[in-house]
Every structure is written in C-alpha cells, then in structure tokens.
C-alpha cells in the first residue's frame, strides 16, 4: 500500500532563517567602520597624514592597542598599531581631528540591553523553533504541538489496488473468517445499523511471533479497501510523561478524521500491561494506557473506525483492556498445521522459479513446527541457494537443505572429526533413528547425517511427522524420550563410555518428562494437580512451579526416575538389535548422510 507523507520543508529554509539572524546581528553590533575596507598603514604614514592636516576621525583603542582613522574626505578607513607617543593629543589637535577614546564610543544603554539580554534569548527561541520543526518533521505530523512530541507518528496506508488481499495470507482459515466480518461491515455498515448491531470496537489477533498477524490486519485493510493506521505500541512509549496518552488522542484524532478505518497497534503489551501498584510503577505507561481505554469508550458504536491490535502475550494486558466494548474480540492465529504450512510454502514458492517436481507436502512434513515467517524464510534461503549453484530453479533438494540450515545452520566445511569421533557420532545418531523406528509409534526417519552443522550439532537425525497431532498419547511421550536417549544408549552398550555430544537430548529428554509430571497429569501421585503454571505460552512457555519444597523434591524424583526408565528401554531395544546397529553405523560412517528409505531398508532386511 501506498505511505502517505508529509511534505517536508527544505533545509535551506532553515539556514536562510540562521543568516538572516546573524545579518541582524551585524547590522546592530557593527562599528561604523565595519562598513568599509580598512587598510593597514605605519605609525609615520599615520603622523605624515596628521601633519599634513588630511585626517577627518580617529579612534583610539588603547585596550587592542589600535588606532583607527579617516582621512579629511572620510573616505578611507586606515588602521595602525598604537606607539608611545605623549604628543598624539596636541598633534591631532593641530590637525584638526575629530577623536575619541574607546570610552566615548561605547555602546547607547539600549543597544547594551539588545546585545546582552534580547539578543541571545532570540537566537535560543530560535533554535528551539528550528529543532522543535526538525522533530516534527521526523514525526511525520504539522501542526503546532509544543516540540512534536505528542504527534503520533502512525504511517498511514491508503487504498490500494497492490494491498495484501486475505488470498494472501494462507492457511489461517479461522482467523480470516472472523475478520471477513469486518470487512462486510466497513463494506455496507447500513446492513448492520438497520438490525441494531453493533461491530466490535477492538479486535485482539493472538499468536505466537511470524504467524501473519500484521498481514492479517494488513489484509483487512486491502479488502475493505479503507485507510490503514499502523503503529507499534513502544513508539507511544516516550521519555516525558503525557507524551504517550498525547499521541494516543492524536492517533484518534486522525482516524476518526479518515473513518471507516482500521488502526493497528502491534505488540500492543507494550503500553497494556496490567497495571499494578508497584513501587516505581510506570507512570507514562500507565497514562498511556489510561488514554487508550478512554479512547475506546469515547468513540460512539457504528463509527467505522476499528481497531485491531496483536500480542504474544495475552496473559499480560490488562483486565480493563479486553472487557467488552474495548477489546471484546479475540482472534487466535496460531502455528499452521500441515496444511497450512503447505498453503504457506505454496503462496511464497509463487515468488520464486520453482520446479514442477516439488513435493510441497513433504516439505511441510518436514518443518513441523515452523511458524509462516520461518516458511518464507525457507523458500528464500532454498532460492538464495538456487543461485549460489548457478541453477535457473530451486529443486526440492534445496528446499529440504534449507530446512536443515534453518534448523541446524549451515555446513561447516573446515570441521574435521576423527575417524573414532566420527565412528562415535554415527553410533550415536543411529541410536537415535533405531530406538525411534522400533517402537511402533515413533514417526518415521527422514534423514540422518554426520556432517557438522554450524550451530553445532556434529550429527542429526531429522524425524518426520506423518499428518497434524493435536493429543499425544502417555506412551508416545515415554516412546520419545526413549528415543531421545537412544544416542546415549548406543555409545555406552559399544564404547563402553559417555561424551559430551548428548547435551541436548538431556535437555530436551528432561523438559519432555517434566511437562508430563506436572502439567500434563501423567503421574499417579500426584493425579490430576497442577505443579506448575506456564506463562509466556506464545514465547517458549516458561514455567513456573507452584508448589512445596517437598513436592519439588518429589516431582524430580519422579523425573529422574521417567527418563531413567526410558534410558534403559533404549538400551534394550539396542542390545537386542546390535548387529543392525552395528551394520548401520558402519553404513552412515561411509556415507556421511542417508535417507530414511535406505535406513528402512537395512533395518528390515534379512
Ligand atoms: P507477526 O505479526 O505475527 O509477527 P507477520 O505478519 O509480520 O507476523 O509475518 C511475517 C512474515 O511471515 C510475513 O511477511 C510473511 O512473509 C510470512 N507469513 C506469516 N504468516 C503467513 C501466512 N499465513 N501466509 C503467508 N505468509 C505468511
């Protein structure tokens, strides 16, 4: 969409404005003598002068040891250095001469008062007038608000016929019928008015980051082809108090100005959060934010201006910011599922020359998890790739190795193992893959390779879910942390010893075990409580426990004692399928990298 801006004015303008003062200066505190070229000339030229009667004024300076003088025309202005000379007086006497000290010359009372006291206030105020324009002016706003500073600086998008359009954003089917609505009322607001209902004045889009949020408010905007406001909620966030709630009014100002309109305020905890009676509470914040909800209830139902806002963390804003009438709607954008992600994978491969061949599907598959953003980042990484090889067309091999830099980083070229090193990571990795293959549950194995990666994994094993999981069963969890210690597993049954390859798996092994203690009710003791609350639930989820000393100690206990029973059902499943292990190992040693159809393959051969 097109930005609207501010004509700005020319720098020169500022700069004429600063001479013209400093003209003035002149004009006022210049000698008459400044007029004029003065000339240099030696004492003896100054008495031959003097004595020949052709001098009109002088002017003797004892403090800069200088005399100024004309000659009888006052024409010319000569300057020479002052010398002893006791007889100066009489001989400027004879001559005739108009002279003065620099006592009589010295400045009339009001002009002493101009230079020293008007003077100097002018050319403050009229810096400040110059800085106060440029501030503006960055702000993007006119108008006379002391300093700019309470101007909000929204960028204003008009219609459009290039906005983003809801086919645009895909997947997100939920979130987009929800907001379709909006779009039907900015489109005929009567057919609402006639029925008595009212839209609602504030939408809140939900999710974690890089799930479309913005291009979802975006798109409202292109389809119900109105003005677009955006701003993020910390550019309300000023130094001065009053400032942030100044903006809000003026944001208001403006749109109501331009309604039906959608104003969008992103990460909007940045002046919602709750308010609390903290010591050294967030007064500007908490004006701010006072401001917004004023706002809110200020405008009449029916106005057209609506106000969509995004934030990952909805458990942070304040009460009186999602009561209905304000923020009454709540649209969840969450992470895609498989088919979304292929919708996403399919509208950003649109972008770039792609080969017939591509199985988008599978890609999909393989990036379980990633959020849109990290999708478009993927078909950028597989193109940028496309041209590094000198290729016309991205190949679903790109694809898939642009997954793998987005998960592990890229190849590390200089990363040299030794050949024990590499023999261990090969265990370790196949120990991975086979725990996981043979426990009937585990997703299958999609990839496995020991080529260092540059976010340091030496080795991964890169499974593949085979459609959209919405619950997992208590065995499929144990099933996964099993396989989670299965690198482990493999190289203690064949080296006998442990490294510190397995940093991650223990991480990730203990936060799955933990989860299923605490939240997820899957121990017997402590049966269907709660342990432990999750804040952040859209970024990372951290968790907090909420209960005795006694029960932590208990609770891990209990995880110890999960992930160690799975560490020994890795163990058994391995010790039992040793010679496969040992064939695969030796198998991923050679090739460095195989595919989970060869690995199949091995495994279920005779
Ligand atoms: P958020 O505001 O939720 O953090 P954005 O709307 O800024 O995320 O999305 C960032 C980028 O991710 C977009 O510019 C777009 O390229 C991509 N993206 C995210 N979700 C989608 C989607 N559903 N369809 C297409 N592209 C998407």
């Given at each position: 969409m097109n930005e609207v801006k501010q004509p700005k004015k020319p720098l020169i303008y500022y700069y004429c404005i600063v001479l013209i003062c400093l003209l003035l200066f002149n004009a006022l505190a210049m000698p008459w003598l400044m007029e004029r070229q003065i000339q240099n000339v030696s004492y003896n030229t100054f008495i031959s002068m003097t004595e020949e009667g052709n001098i009109g004024r002088v002017e003797i300076s004892e403090q800069d040891n200088v005399i100024l003088f004309t000659d009888k025309a006052d024409e010319n202005v000569y300057k020479t250095a002052m010398v002893d000379d006791p007889d100066l007086t009489q001989r400027l006497y004879d001559a005739g001469a108009s002279f003065f000290g620099e006592e009589i010359q010295q400045m009339s009372p009001i002009l002493s008062v101009l230079l020293t006291w008007v003077l100097p206030l002018v050319i403050f105020i009229g810096i400040g007038q110059l800085m106060s324009k440029k501030l503006m002016d960055r702000a993007g706003g006119k108008g006379s608000m002391a300093f700019g500073m309470g101007k909000s600086n929204a960028k204003v998008y008009v219609k459009s016929s290039k906005g983003i359009k809801?086919?645009?954003?895909?997947?997100e089917d939920e979130a987009k019928e929800n907001l379709a609505e909006i779009v039907e009322y900015l489109h005929d607001p009567q057919k609402y008015k006639e029925i008595g209902a009212s839209m609602p004045r504030g939408i809140l889009l939900v999710g974690p980051p890089g799930t479309g949020k913005t291009m979802l408010a975006k798109a409202v905007a292109g389809e119900a082809n109105v003005p677009f406001f955006s701003m993020s909620g910390s550019e309300f966030v000023e130094m001065f108090v009053g400032m942030g709630a100044s903006k809000v009014r003026d944001l208001f100002r403006q749109a109501k100005e331009k309604a039906p309109c959608i104003v969008f305020i992103d990460e909007i905890d940045a002046i919602g959060k709750k308010r609390d009676?903290?010591?050294?509470?967030?007064d500007e914040r908490e004006q701010t934010l006072n401001q917004l909800l004023t706002e809110m209830d200020g405008f009449d139902e029916n106005n057209g201006v609506i106000i969509l806002a995004a934030t990952n963390r909805p458990e942070s804003l304040d009460p009186a910011l999602l009561r209905p009438g304000r923020f009454d709607r709540r649209v969840p954008v969450e992470l895609p599922d498989l088919k979304g992600r292929e919708e996403i994978l399919k509208v950003h491969a649109k972008k770039i020359k792609a080969a017939d061949d591509v199985d988008y599907n599978k890609i999909a598959r393989m990036a379980s998890g990633a959020s849109g953003a990290e999708l478009a980042n993927i078909v950028n990484e597989a193109a940028l790739r496309a041209v590094r090889d000198h290729r016309g067309c991205v190949t679903q091999a790109d694809l898939e190795e642009s997954i793998e830099v987005v998960i592990a980083g890229y190849q590390k070229k200089n990363a040299i193992l030794t050949d024990r090193e590499k023999m261990i990571v090969s265990y370790h990795e196949i120990g991975h893959a086979l725990v996981a293959a043979k426990q009937t549950n585990s997703a299958p194995v999609q990839k496995i390779t020991i080529v260092p990666r540059t976010l340091g994994a030496l080795g991964y094993t890169m499974q593949v879910e085979e459609g959209n999981h919405y619950l997992m069963t208590r065995e499929e969890m144990e099933n996964k942390i099993a396989t989670y210690t299965g690198g482990r597993a493999a190289k203690e049954i064949v080296f006998g010893t442990v490294t510190t390859g397995a940093s991650n798996d223990i991480e990730q092994a203990t936060k799955l075990a933990r989860s299923m203690i605490?939240?997820?009710?899957?121990?017997k003791e402590f049966?269907?409580?709660?342990?432990e609350a999750q804040t952040n639930q859209y970024l990372g989820g951290d968790s907090s426990l909420t209960c005795s000393a006694e029960t932590q100690k208990l609770i891990d206990e209990k995880v110890v004692e999960l992930v160690r029973q799975q560490h020994e059902k890795a163990a058994q499943i391995l010790m039992e399928n040793r010679a496969k292990l040992d064939e695969l190992s030796r198998h991923l040693y050679q090739r460095e990298t195989i595919t989970g159809e060869e690995f199949m393959q091995i495994l279920n051969a005779v």
């Open positions: 809801f086919s645009d954003v895909a997947g009676s903290q010591m050294g509470g967030n605490t939240r997820y009710g899957m121990c049966d269907m409580v709660a342990m």
